[in-house]
Structures are given as C-alpha cells and as structure tokens.
C-alpha cells in the first residue's frame, strides 16, 4: 500500500505552516512534512487551495506579501498561480508537485471563528499514487474528508 500524508496547514506570510500532520501506509516513504513546516503558498497544494477560497481582498494582500518576497520573478509565478487557482475553484481542489519530491491535491476547509485553513493529501511522486488512485479520486476522497472536518467543527462550536 502507498502511503499518503493528509495535513492541515494554516497560511503564514506567504506559507502554509502545517499544523498537523497524519499518515497512511507501509511503502518506503517517511513523512517529510510535520508539525511546524512551512511550504511556499505559491507551490504547494494547501495554499492553492487556500488562495482559491479566500475573499479577493484577502487574497491581494497575500499576493503583495508575494509580490515583495519574488520581487523580480514575481510576475511569472503570479500568472502561473492565476491559472492555478483558476483550476482550482473549477475542480474543488489543487494539485501541486512541491518540494521534498512531494506531489499532492488540497483543498480549503473553513474552520472554528470563520478562520480557512488548507486540508491537504500529499505522496512520493517517484512512487505515484496506487493503481487504484488517480488524481481525481484522491480529490474526491479529500473534498469529503473537508466536508467531515467542517462539519465536526462546526457541530464543536
């Protein structure tokens, strides 16, 4: 069995830093993101997720927190990330090869006080998804894991 990561991961300056982290599976892969690790907002599939979902005002200030982080190179990540939180709020769910040769889809989730955060299911991308799984399906699965999330906060509340 291939092992997926699911984790929750709140925006901070310009990254998603993960909150918590859980794993599932036997294969060779060791969790290379845990409690306290940041990912690039731009690049990894939360905060796509979380981009798609914010209000456009939020979402401006993130982008000049950006824009003074990329300086020069900005204007090419910020097209590619317009077509990716375009996809996005088309498909429900963002799909992202990041860093640590991580591949993953994510999604927003609303959580306690009105508060988003990124849902995400991440996997060795050498290793790819099991026969079972695509892409599609794994977002699927992670669309309802987001649901049963918010439902449970909001029944908490």
Known sequence: ??????????????????????????????????????????????????LAHIAASECAVVYAVLAEQHRQEWPKIQAALDVAIRDTRKRGYSQANSVLGNAGVGTAVLGPQGSTY???????ASAGLPPHLTVEKLGEKLLSLAAEVEAAWNTSR
Not at 15 to 36: C, D, E, L, N, P
Not at 118 to 124: F, I, K, M, P, W
């Open 118 to 124: 990124g849902l995400s299911a991440s996997y060795l």
């Open 1 to 50: 069995e291939n092992q997926i990561n699911i984790g929750l991961s709140a925006y901070d300056h310009g990254h998603m830093v993960y909150v918590m982290t859980f794993r599932k599976g036997r294969s060779i892969q060791t969790r290379t993101v845990a409690g306290g690790f940041r990912l690039p907002i731009a690049t990894c599939s939360p905060g796509i997720a979380y």
